[in-house]
């Protein structure tokens, strides 16, 4: 308890998270306002902000990418870290919380908000970072802070520990009390609260407050719990230390009240982080940093510049870190820094090295990777994390408007995708489709503008290709026949085939039974190939699969048989036969996995079977109180923007995973309905 927690720490880097909204970027604006970096604070709306500075974020008025921007407060440096709210986006707020000393939960007194808050808390409990809660739009209340404290707790596995309480003028609140102060202050607008009286009521409700706060301290504080069954008022100073050392040790999650629009509350937040939260050297041990000579730092994001090359942002988390030293990195690449730059949104400056602590910019690094841990030293450093991106839920294909754009789309999708690899690529090999999957619809959009403003490139989207595929029910014996006679050299192939159905998942097999030379054995891997070749697009249009084609016959020349002339008879057979074998039409079905709050499952239910999903069931997500894990069966046909209308269901919260289980047959007038639209594509 006696620990000095108001030492410096050396240079802090604090993330902004919290849910859609909340108010992360104003509130970084000010902060910047508040400690001089800037001077006055932007406003996301007019688009003027330090933060969502991307021509996106600005368009759509919402964090699309994270901005960090560095300040200082009472001589101590400090990075803050403004990730996005949306679920879509999340990837860049997950990268970067490893490297952080400790988080600044943003979030109302909104219960709609609730489970999007409990994704980000959980996330950071278990990475086991110190987080305060900053509680938004105070000067908006409608209700008594404890009712809004009582609603938020279910978010947090840890207590929510109440530092201040709000002075209320009427319906408005005026000002606050800080119950580790014991001070009472009057909110100015833009400018530092006024310390006021602590009198009458809000006395009353100050030692009300305080002993409760002090109550929570003490569950993890004997000598604290002691003084208080004694009715001793415990020191201030160790009033803080109880307060710094159960932040840092995940035990509370104190609650800070504000108004980050009007400035309120900033200035007690910038106290409460240099008072309390950790230091470099803390976040080290917990990522497990031991005795480090050697410069070691972590790449949390990757920035392409349209005309500055790539930068990569990184926490130094050990040594001193020179321009032109050359990095090993836990991924084996190495690479030489190519200019160290100060990181403060847009307005970056140049430094000759970086300290222990220091968040900033690093130049030309092109072979690292966003995730990757590089160190000076002579050998590759050990990964310090590893941060794999959520399954994809959403899918398009593009194409480049113009084909003479060919390349350079596929170019620009590889830095987007080293810019956010929750954003991935896969090409159809079918269809031969590039196809763009992303964590929802804003995702996806925002990946096409991107794709046009920033690289140049126009495309086009549409939905990506279902994988029908075909089968067969009857079995047949079929001839085929290839005879061709021109000047010189003739061809000449025959082949008798026992095309049959397998059962389903069975796949394909080719089988030859040829007596007596018939089809001479150098010809017949030329006759699987016909086979294969005809397999390809069947008599619906879609691949045939569940096949069992055999060789059981056929005849030849000497002269003009030829390897071309037999695949070219075997695919004539098969292809004549399919169609007599009662082809019927199979659509891929998935096994999906929706997580969502409990008061939506009765709408994912509904949702689901309207969209011809078999609902095997749900429980209760183990480990998250008030969500629910909903299983079903459901056509691929089906899922395509699926994630759109549960989100819509989930106010934003809800997700999805899936994997393929099976083909099944479609008949009747929705097979028609598929083979028709296929064959008007095609």
């Not at 990964?383 to 899918?395: H, N, R, Y």
């Not at 399919?578 to 709050?597: K, N, R, S």
């Not at 994630?643 to 106010?651: K, P, Q, Y």
């Amino acid at each position: 308890m006696g620990q000095d927690v108001r030492s410096p720490r050396g240079p802090r880097c604090i993330a902004l998270v919290g849910p859609f909204q909340s108010g992360k970027t104003t509130l970084l604006e000010a902060i910047l306002a508040r400690t001089g970096a800037i001077k006055t604070a932007g406003s996301v709306d007019a688009g003027t902000s330090v933060g969502d500075a991307s021509p996106e974020a600005r368009q759509h008025k919402m964090g699309v990418g994270l901005t960090a921007a560095t300040t200082t407060f009472m001589g101590d440096s400090y990075t803050f870290i403004d990730c996005p709210g949306s679920i879509e986006f999340a990837h860049d707020m997950r990268a970067a919380l490893p490297a952080v000393d400790a988080a600044v939960v943003v979030c109302e007194a909104d219960e709609k908000k609730l489970p999007q808050l409990q994704i980000i808390l959980r996330e950071l409990e278990e990475l086991g970072i110190p987080r305060f809660l900053f509680l938004n739009k105070i000067d908006r209340a409608n209700k008594r802070v404890r009712e809004t404290l009582a609603t938020l707790q279910p978010a947090s596995r840890v207590p929510l520990v109440l530092r201040q309480i709000p002075i209320w003028n009427g319906d408005l609140i005026e000002g606050f009390v800080d119950l580790a102060l014991e001070r009472a202050f009057v909110y100015r607008e833009h400018k530092p609260s006024e310390v006021m009286a602590l009198e009458g009521g809000n006395l009353d409700r100050e030692k009300e407050a305080r002993f409760s706060m002090l109550e929570k301290l003490a569950d993890h504080d004997d000598a604290l719990m002691e003084q208080l069954l004694e009715d001793i008022q415990p020191p201030r100073d160790a009033v803080f230390d109880d307060l710094a050392r159960e932040l840092r040790e995940g035990q509370i999650c104190p609650v800070l009240l504000g108004a980050a629009s009007r400035e309120n509350g900033v200035l007690r937040l910038m106290k409460a982080l240099r008072h309390e939260a950790p230091g470099v050297a803390e976040t080290a041990n917990r990522l497990g940093i031991k005795d480090q000579k050697d410069a070691l730092a972590y790449v949390f994001k990757t920035v392409h510049l349209q005309h500055g090359g790539k930068l990569s942002l990184a926490r130094v988390l050990a040594g001193r870190l020179d321009d032109g030293a050359t990095l090993q990195s836990s991924s084996g690449e190495s690479g030489r820094v190519s200019g160290i730059l100060a990181v403060s949104g847009g307005h970056d400056s140049k430094r000759p090295q970086a300290e222990a602590g220091d968040t900033v910019a690093l130049g030309k690094l092109d072979a690292i990777k966003t995730g990757d841990t590089v160190s000076s030293g002579k050998t590759a450093p050990a990964s310090l994390v590893k941060v794999e991106p959520a399954a994809a839920v959403l899918s398009i294909s593009i194409a480049a408007t113009d084909r003479k754009d060919d390349v350079k789309l596929g170019q620009a999708l590889l830095r987007l995708n080293e810019e956010d690899p929750s954003l991935t690529m896969i090409q159809n090999p079918r269809t031969h489709d590039t196809v763009l999957w992303g964590q929802g619809e804003m995702h996806l959009r925002v990946a096409q503008e991107r794709l046009k403003d920033r690289y140049g490139v126009n495309v086009k989207s549409h939905p990506p290709a279902i994988g029908y595929q075909e089968t067969i029910r009857k079995p047949i014996t079929q001839r085929g026949r290839h005879k061709k006679q021109s000047g010189g050299h003739g061809q000449f192939g025959d082949v008798v085939l026992d095309i049959k159905p397998k059962p389903r998942g069975s796949g394909f097999e080719f089988h030859e039974k040829v007596v007596g030379g018939a089809v001479p054995r150098n010809y017949i891997g030329a006759v699987e190939e016909g086979v294969v070749d005809a397999l390809a697009r069947g008599p619906l249009g879609f691949p045939v699969i569940d096949v069992d084609v055999t060789l059981t016959d056929g005849s030849y020349h000497s002269v003009d048989s030829s390897d071309l002339a037999f695949r070219t008879a075997a695919r004539i057979g098969v292809s004549e036969g399919l169609p007599q074998c009662q082809p019927v039409l199979l659509e891929p079905i998935h096994m999906v996995e929706i997580v969502c709050p409990t008061d939506a499952t009765a709408k994912i239910n509904a949702i689901l079977s309207a969209r011809r999903g078999q609902i095997l069931g749900f429980d209760t997500r183990e480990g998250w109180i008030g969500w629910d894990c909903v299983r079903a069966t459901m056509p691929e046909s089906e899922i395509g923007d699926l994630i759109v209308e549960l989100r819509s269901a989930t106010a934003g919260a809800g997700t999805f995973t899936r994997q393929f289980d099976r083909m099944a047959e479609v008949t009747g007038r929705a097979a028609d309905q598929i083979i028709a639209a296929h064959r008007d594509a095609a």
